[in-house]
């Protein structure tokens, strides 16, 4: 086969990925959500796939817009939520016989599935709206009138969310159906329960199946505060509610022990840091106090499952650039069994992913690393890996494989460690090459040893890749964490300085051809090292912070999450301190030409961030360019993939303008 170079023009149609790897209970089945791109209609085509042996895969029939499976506890159905358009089905799949039940059709939002303990009935949650409050009358069209949409009035705080869009007044409430649809879905909730946009509120049935279990807030300012989260337990009866945690903070991660008698969760305690460390729990499902799993674990704890022998935990979390699969023993002992975990997203080479058990302790989880996009694996009782699927080997095969990073470590002048990856491109070999700095955002996030399809574009495109995790980045303690605490920008930014420095005296790369980019807190770094470094030839800041006064006040988490950022204060409350970290008080020393993009409907890092940051350096005479994505949002893992081959190749574009020869 005669190889291609890896195009975003001709490729960003080409790549697959696999999430929500689910095995059977008894081990001996699995299912997992495949992505697709489609040209034709530009979409991510989700389906379900199964294999009964681990070889083999199928499509199940008529299963296009997938999404969250989940098995029955005999292994003989498969639950999944189905998306057409505006309307989700909840759909009940019988294996052996290759048939289908519709339970509900939808347009309202619903997510969170879970079986009953004996497979006759599912919860999961949907939401209602709220009645129009009595002192507002909007009117309505007359019969055969065509009006515009009527006005949308909240009184929330947080009224939307950039991953769901807006939602009306309301909440979510549980539902429950039988599952052979013998009866009509009845809400056994009522009021205020609110889990947020979105993180679930992990429902799980007791070992009884009399009632349900949530993590949920009751608070009627719940807007208010966001991170408050108890476990409580629904009576499916009569809708009974009993509380069963009183901790501060926000519960999620709820798990079930085989016997019913104790229940697995995570704990964050709110201390009004900027992040905070996620701790395992395990307490009697009867109530009680929680005794932490894993005291000494320095690591934030992202999901948990239990073995069948209802002993031993499996839990996630992430450690230096890879998300870590573990298993604890009852004696609290630590054994990581894998560390290539992987989520949904393969655009940028993010920590995300989770994982299933069955009863034996096998785990299926999707893997990845910087050269394999997406596989579904098993890891066995014996701790064996096995990788199931070859998603992405004919597109690996076309361009001649996908280019490998080097890891290294790198001292910093304070006295402590980072870890970065460079990825060069096949022309390396032939002399040095120009470089780009991708800056991951977050701030509170990290690469890794991760694929990422833009990644790869770069390289094949004759760039150098440097992904760096500076102070702040997750996976590397608490005091690596909280040191951007109310510090940010600054001490990520002099980390990534160091290394770029260090890696810039390498013979493979150019000093002279210097880049950077980065998308969401990365675009605000990169904006910051415009105003105050010229040593990059150009810069191309996506969807960025520019101004934090103007991002707290108007981002679907600034009222929350960013004020955090800033220690607490309200912006008229720290004017020079908003002021003095905000990328656009230093724009009128940048030099560097700077590409700004936004997405017209992103509500994360609303476009009016970039529209600034473009207008000041237009004002200070710096070249620039601001592209705006029509109907983009923030996360690139939703992007449409035409857009996402416009943010590539604009940004190469970009670089290959002042690029010098």
Same mark, same amino acid.
């Given at each position: ?368 690393? =910087? ?73 509170? =996030? ?216």
């Amino acid at each position: 086969m005669t190889t291609r170079r890896l195009d975003p023009a001709s490729h960003s149609f080409a790549f697959r990925h696999a999430s929500d790897a689910r095995i059977s209970p008894d081990a001996a089945e699995i299912c997992f959500v495949l992505t697709r791109r489609d040209v034709t209609t530009d979409r991510r085509v989700n389906t379900l796939m199964l294999s009964r042996d681990r070889k083999t895969w199928r499509e199940w029939p008529g299963s296009t817009g997938a999404f969250g499976p989940r098995w029955s506890p005999d292994g003989t159905r498969i639950a999944y939520f189905r998306r057409s358009g505006a309307e989700t089905a909840i759909v009940v799949a019988t294996v052996a016989s290759t048939t289908e039940q519709v339970l509900v059709t939808a347009r309202a939002s619903v997510r969170d599935l879970a079986w009953s303990p004996d497979g006759t009935h599912l919860a999961w949650q949907a939401h209602v709206d709220a009645a129009a409050p009595d002192w507002l009358a909007i009117p309505r069209a007359p019969d055969g009138a065509e009006w515009a949409p009527p006005f949308a009035v909240t009184e929330r705080l947080l009224w939307r969310h950039d991953s769901v869009g807006d939602l009306a007044d309301g909440g979510f409430q549980i539902m429950v159906a039988p599952a052979d649809a013998g009866a009509k879905p009845r809400p056994i909730t009522e009021g205020i329960w609110s889990s947020g946009f979105v993180r679930p509120a992990d429902l799980t049935w007791t070992g009884d199946g009399s009632e349900v279990l949530l993590a949920a807030t009751r608070r009627p300012d719940w807007d208010h505060a966001q991170d408050e989260r108890d476990i409580y337990a629904v009576r499916v009866a009569d809708g009974a509610v009993r509380r069963l945690t009183e901790r501060p903070g926000q519960q999620a991660a709820i798990a079930l022990s085989p016997d019913g008698a104790r229940i697995a969760f995570t704990g964050v305690a709110p201390l009004g840091r900027s992040a905070e460390r996620r701790i395992a729990f395990t307490m009697e499902a009867a109530g009680g106090e929680p005794r932490e799993v894993l005291p000494a674990l320095d690591r934030s704890i992202e999901s948990l499952a239990w073995h069948g022998d209802g002993r031993t935990l499996f839990v996630a979390y992430d450690e230096t650039g890879g998300r870590v699969l573990a298993r604890v023993d009852p004696d609290g002992t630590l054994t990581p069994l894998v560390r290539d975990v992987t989520g949904p997203g393969i655009e940028m080479p993010y920590a995300n992913g989770g994982f299933s058990a069955a009863r034996d302790g096998t785990l299926a989880y999707v893997r990845a690393s =910087a050269t394999l996009p997406s596989e579904v694996a098993v890891v066995r009782p014996d701790g064996g890996v096995e990788t199931l699927t070859a998603l992405n080997a004919d597109l690996a095969a076309e361009v001649g494989g996908f280019a490998p990073s080097l890891m290294q470590w790198f001292a910093m002048p304070e006295g402590h460690q980072v870890q970065a990856w460079l990825m060069l491109p096949k022309a390396a070999a032939h002399g040095p090459v120009p470089l780009v700095l991708e800056i991951h955002g977050g701030p509170f =996030a990290s690469f890794g040893d991760r694929f990422s399809i833009k990644h790869q574009m770069l390289a094949a495109a004759g760039y150098a890749v440097l992904a760096v995790n500076p102070r702040g980045s997750t996976g590397y303690g608490e005091g690596f964490l909280q040191a951007l605490h109310d510090r940010y920008p600054g001490p990520d930014w002099d980390d990534l300085m160091h290394v770029l420095d260090a890696v810039a005296e390498r013979p493979d790369i150019d000093p002279e051809n210097l880049f950077v980019a980065g998308v969401s807190g990365g675009g605000t770094l990169t904006l910051w090292s415009v105003g105050h470094t010229d040593r990059f030839r150009a810069a191309v800041a996506i969807k960025p912070v520019v101004a934090w006064e103007s991002w707290v006040l108007s981002a679907d988490i600034g009222p929350s999450v960013g004020r955090t950022w800033m220690g607490g204060d309200m912006p008229w409350e720290a004017a020079e301190k908003y002021r003095a970290r905000s990328p656009l008080t230093h724009l009128h020393r940048a030099t560097t030409p700077t590409m700004v993009m936004a997405g017209e409907t992103d509500s994360r890092t609303p476009a009016s961030e970039a529209l600034q940051a473009y207008t000041a350096l237009k004002l200070a005479g710096v070249a620039t360019a601001y592209a705006r994505g029509p109907d983009v949002s923030h996360s690139s893992a939703v992007y449409r993939p035409s857009h996402f081959a416009s943010e590539v190749i604009c940004q190469l574009a970009w670089f290959e303008r002042f690029r010098a020869r």
